[in-house]
């Protein structure tokens, strides 16, 4: 009979350790989501916890946000939004387009070269976000470049990379040379094996590096905060400008949508390439 | 007989850094022959297949295929059809679309493809997995599969990588029965590279002995087996006593009490090593007068089939093996006779 390391019989001595554990984890994480949610239903105008009375009002506010066209607002939420929608899905398609290729070659090539790269590449995560901002914006500034979108799309791509290629490069890691070489030995390209071959095996490894581009760059706050014009802005960088003298119960609302539709958004990508590999 | 010659490895050398991998390696394969390279680790013969496969390009030499120079094609052009000891089965696909792949890439599509994949599955006796995915299959059937993968193409010819080393032994044993019937059926000139000698014998009809990146000794493999060409053969074909015989003297070496002529090489004074192998040595009751050829038994194991011993004669242990009917009445520390056949002794100049 096996002997588990850890105790296990009647749930084990540790069990009691693990339930709390985990208790604390998932009321730290879900506890501000929590929060937003019953708020945003609340009737009230100040936003006292836990609200007095329930109501759909704040709602119907972002509703009206949405439809009515807000002519003296420059940044009105749906052209911010837009913009999140079309930098989020841009700043996915470059980085997984630069990762798979660079992830290839890396786990193919050199192992020095290897560890080189992926710790330049990992750079931006080390930086705090403030200076990298300042950073961005002082580059922009003094090129004088007048890129519009781009200015914001650029360093959401330097933020996405390190996450897309470890998963990818943790997609490559997997995939011997050896199945390359069989496709190449039955006629293959060696072109023809990594699109017919390796790209598919690596299909899960892609798939959580878009995620987490998505995902970081539709939420993305403190460098878009100095590199946001009164043209270009993102939908993070409306709602704080909509709470940062006084908070507004509709971005209560907003919020809970936007949850909604970063999980919408994780499932329709998961769906839509994921096939066999899918994670839900 | 003319000989056909369908691959002729010319002169190959292969470096890697200040490493010689294989030096002015040159061997002539007939067509539809089977041909195992066999060696010990490092001995470079994966890298020769690699060099035939086009996955490592030659520092020396020439590979000529149908009397064309095929040194600088790629290996996808090649399209010789491999196994590969991972077996390197596409995990993403079915067993049909494994199979199909190399099909598909030749332009083979709809009911061609089908009908093709079809009859290979029925070649290798599993006609109902076409739609299983590769990882629900036994080591057996993916070992198969490979082998159906690389034989879809009608490759000029197959190459297979110690492809049998991952099954457990009883398998293997089928499994080398079954890619000979395969091999001949479809009469496709096959190399196989193998570290196992019994499977060598079982598989080849030339069999190549390589160590340290050159040939030792290239022949079909009873000849290897009953004369090999040095010592290294010899031992690593299995089985074989080497005994320290001695200087040479009058074209003749002594066998504990056997004498042995010598073939013209060897001239007198050198010192010499014999091979026999275990099942060339006989065993004799011992009379009060013999004294030559006298050793005792220090070790037997009863195999069923044959029984196997170890005896020890002036101090050094030989390994005999008898068929079990003939050792009636001998054990442990009983003394007895060593008779030798010297037609099947082979000497060799000692290192």
């Not at chain 1, 807000?70 to 387009?97: C, E, F, P």
């Not at chain 1, 100095?226 to 993070?236: I, N, Q």
Request: hydrophobic share 50%; proline share 5%.
């Amino acid at each position: 009979m096996r002997v588990d390391l850890l105790p296990t019989e009647g749930g084990g001595t540790y069990r009691f350790v693990i339930i709390l554990l985990a208790i604390c984890g998932i009321l730290i994480s879900s506890l501000p989501v929590i929060v937003v949610t019953i708020m945003s239903f609340s009737a009230a105008d100040n936003t006292g916890f836990p609200p007095e009375a329930l109501s759909l009002r704040w709602y119907s506010e972002v509703i009206a946000m949405f439809t009515t066209e807000d002519a003296n607002s420059a940044q009105s939420v749906v052209s911010s939004t837009i913009t999140s929608l079309v930098v989020a899905v841009i700043v996915m398609v470059i980085s997984t387009g630069v990762c798979i290729p660079l992830a290839y070659v890396l786990a193919r090539g050199d192992r020095r070269i290897r560890s080189g790269m992926e710790l330049l590449f990992t750079l931006p995560l080390v930086f705090p976000l403030v200076i990298l901002g300042i950073a961005f914006l002082l580059i922009a500034e003094s090129l004088r470049l007048d890129i519009g979108i781009w200015r914001i799309i650029i360093p959401h791509v330097a933020l996405v990379l390190p996450f897309v290629l470890r998963n990818c490069l943790s997609a490559m890691s997997g995939i011997s040379l050896e199945v390359e070489e069989a496709a190449v030995s039955l006629g293959a390209s060696p072109l023809r094996a990594i699109w017919d071959i390796v790209i598919p095996m690596m299909k899960a490894g892609i798939l959580a590096g878009l995620i987490f581009a998505l995902i970081i760059s539709f939420n993305e706050f403190t460098i878009t905060f100095f590199m946001y014009t009164v043209d270009v802005s993102t939908l993070p960088i409306w709602m704080y400008s909509r709470t940062a003298s006084s908070l507004d119960p509709s971005t209560l609302a907003l919020s809970v949508f936007i949850i909604a539709a970063d999980v919408v958004l994780i499932v329709l990508v998961d769906k839509l390439i994921a096939g066999r590999a899918s994670l839900f | 007989m003319t000989s056909d010659i369908h691959l002729h490895i010319n002169k190959v050398s292969k470096r890697f850094g200040t490493v010689d991998a294989l030096r002015d390696v040159d061997l002539k394969i007939e067509r539809g022959s089977f041909v195992c390279l066999l060696g010990p680790s490092g001995c470079g013969k994966t890298t020769l297949l690699r060099i035939i496969a086009g996955f490592e390009a030659a520092t020396k030499g020439s590979l000529i295929l149908d009397g064309q120079d095929i040194s600088n094609q790629p290996p996808h052009k090649r399209g010789f059809g491999m196994v590969f000891q991972s077996l390197a089965l596409f995990p993403h696909m079915s067993v049909a679309r494994n199979i199909g792949y190399g099909l598909k890439l030749r332009g083979v599509k709809g009911a061609a493809q089908r009908d093709r994949v079809e009859e290979l599955l029925n070649v290798i006796q599993l006609p109902h997995i076409a739609d299983r995915p590769v990882s629900a299959l036994s080591g057996g059937q993916r070992q198969r599969v490979a082998i159906a993968r690389a034989l879809a193409i009608q490759p000029p010819l197959f190459l297979l990588d110690e492809p049998l080393s991952a099954l457990d032994a009883q398998l293997r044993d089928n499994m080398q029965i079954e890619l000979r019937q395969l091999q001949q059926k479809f009469g496709v000139t096959t190399v196989l590279v193998t570290h196992d000698q019994h499977e060598a014998m079982m598989l080849a009809d030339e069999l190549v002995v390589l160590k340290d990146g050159a040939i030792r000794q290239s022949a079909p493999p009873s000849q290897i087996y009953n004369n090999p060409a040095d010592s290294f053969v010899a031992d690593f074909l299995g089985a074989a006593n080497l005994i320290e015989v001695g200087a040479m003297k009058g074209g003749a070496i002594d066998l504990f009490g056997t004498p042995v002529k010598s073939s013209p090489p060897h001239r007198d004074g050198e010192q010499m090593l014999a091979a026999v192998r275990a099942e060339h040595i006989g065993l004799s009751t011992v009379g009060k007068d013999d004294k030559a050829g006298v050793g005792a038994i220090s070790f037997m194991r009863d195999l069923g089939a044959a029984t196997e011993f170890v005896v020890t004669i002036d101090g050094k242990d030989l390994r005999v093996r008898r068929t079990s009917a003939q050792v009636q009445g001998l054990n442990v520390g009983s003394k007895v006779g060593l008779t030798f056949d010297p037609s099947m002794v082979s000497l060799f100049k000692a290192p």
